[in-house]
């Protein structure tokens, strides 16, 4: 097929997520039709240096022959059967048993689900039974951040703070409220860092007295926050909100969507960050994206009163436990250890990403730059000022970071715009010299996003 007709059936057809459906008709979708290592091609044969695994999730990279075999291996063995009637299936238990093997300690309980989002819908459902069994049922309210990204079901929407979703749909539903997040560029003026990560960990505090204490039921947050533009805390934020976890006996859910698996140098990031969560969600990573799969682990606190009281709890999905998603992961899972790229990114590639992609600080159109093992992110500058807090930024109505992406993927660079942030999260596997080639394409990319801005008078010399 041509790909004007993929196009012309695209657009009659297929309604796709986040998108205005009559805008992509006008330009004409992009098909992606194969993959390989860190790289994609389209229809029209031109080759895309993926910088963003897929969303967040091809984590050992496109073309692995043996998750497809391990898939289909399982396809002709058992390729469907339910976890409902007091039953199971290999996959799921053999799965079940190597997270509790890699998780943070304590972990020893996996609840799955087909998405990120399900699992965030899980968690609500969880820490609102886990207090209902502790004879404390109003304890139903959980906070979350503004601009966080928990997935887009009702619960998962509301649990994120994305304004735009919550515009749409009288969300969020009850129960759920919102503090800042620790974004040290947009709120962090006249404090150092550290000063800010308490200073942004305290509003917890105060919206858990604002709430009062005895109605709060757990804390959400994403470690480092992904969609959210790649929001790195520092490094106080994390343990103060713990301490604060701790003093109120709230229970803590990090969602680990993007950062499990190895993303940030640490299997999860929760150990990175310093936390001790009662739940982690996850979902992506943990297949490489092959085949969908989600769930939360269930630490020690919550497994105790959830198992050892008894008692059923009425939430599930036909696809919990899906034995080809779950074949997947192990194959996934396997690689990762196999490959050691936990290690690799934490000793080698890590650092040398960061050192890297440090280097674009001195062109003209890059304000800030920061990075966390194998994600990263650049915020686009008007014009630089003597601090980070006296740059002058571009209006938002320009969509500058819209502008930029536009001139990366034509380009053969695959940048995610958040904002006027352009942010990357490639796949564990990319080598040493890929890194090379990934910086030089997106600093050549800046510089024709540099040119275009000049001719607009949409940059200052
Ligand atoms: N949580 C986080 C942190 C995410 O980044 C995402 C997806 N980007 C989700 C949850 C939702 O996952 P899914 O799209 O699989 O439902």
Redesign the pocket.
């Known amino acids: 097929m041509e790909t004007a007709d993929i196009q012309a059936r695209d657009h009659a057809h297929y309604l796709h997520?986040f998108t205005d459906h009559k805008a992509l008709g006008e330009k004409g979708v992009r098909v992606i039709v194969r993959g390989e290592g860190i790289y994609l091609w389209d229809s029209e044969g031109k080759k895309l240096l993926d910088g963003m695994s897929g969303?967040?999730c091809v984590n050992t990279g496109y073309g692995r022959t043996s998750i497809a075999k391990a898939v289909y291996e399982q396809m002709e063995t058992l390729p469907f059967y339910n976890s409902f009637f007091n039953t199971t299936n290999l996959p799921a238990v053999t799965l079940a048993a190597k997270l509790a093997e890699i998780a943070p300690p304590g972990f020893k309980h996996v609840f799955y689900t087909?998405?990120?989002?399900?699992?965030?819908d899980t968690n609500v459902r969880m820490v609102r039974r886990y207090w209902d069994v502790l004879g404390q049922p109003q304890r139903d309210v959980i906070i979350s951040r503004h601009n966080?990204?928990?997935?887009?079901?009702m619960a998962?929407a509301s649990l994120?703070g994305m304004e735009g979703m919550h515009a749409q749909g009288g969300l969020p539903i009850p129960g759920i409220v919102h503090i800042g997040q620790p974004d040290y560029l947009s709120a962090g003026r006249g404090m150092t860092e550290e000063q800010f990560g308490i200073r942004a960990a305290s509003w917890l505090e105060t919206k858990i007295h604002e709430v009062g204490a005895d109605r709060v039921a757990a804390f959400i947050g994403?470690p480092i926050?992904?969609?959210g533009g790649v929001v790195i805390p520092p490094s106080t934020y994390w343990p103060e909100i713990q301490r604060i976890c701790d003093k109120y006996g709230i229970l803590l859910i990090a969602?680990?969507?993007?950062?499990g698996f190895g993303r940030t140098g640490r299997m999860f990031a929760s150990e990175l960050v310093g936390i001790r969560p009662d739940l982690i969600?996850f979902?992506?990573g943990v297949t490489s994206g092959y085949v969908?799969l989600?769930g939360v682990l269930v630490g020690q606190r919550v497994a105790d009163v959830l198992v050892g009281q008894g008692g059923e709890f009425q939430h599930g999905f036909t696809y919990s436990g899906h034995p080809v998603a779950c074949a997947a992961a192990l194959e996934s899972i396997r690689i990762v250890q196999d490959e050691r790229l936990v290690q690799r990114v934490a000793e080698d590639t890590g650092p040398y990403l960061a050192s890297r992609f440090a280097s674009l600080d001195n062109h003209p159109l890059v304000g800030f730059t920061n990075s966390c093992g194998f994600v990263a992110g650049l915020n686009l500058v008007r014009r630089k000022g003597a601090t980070l807090h006296q740059h002058e930024w571009f209006e938002p109505e320009k969509a500058v970071g819209m502008v930029c992406r536009g001139h990366m993927f034509n380009n053969g660079m695959i940048m995610r715009a958040v904002g006027d942030r352009m942010i990357i999260a490639p796949p564990l596997v990319m080598t040493r010299p890929q890194i090379d080639e990934m910086v030089a394409l997106i600093r050549h990319c800046l510089d024709l996003t540099y040119a275009d801005l000049r001719e607009r008078g949409w940059v200052k010399e």
């Open positions: 997520p969303l967040w087909g998405s990120g989002s399900e699992a965030n966080a990204y928990h997935g887009s079901t998962g994120g994403e926050q992904g969609a969602d680990e969507v993007i950062t969600t979902a992506k969908p989600g």
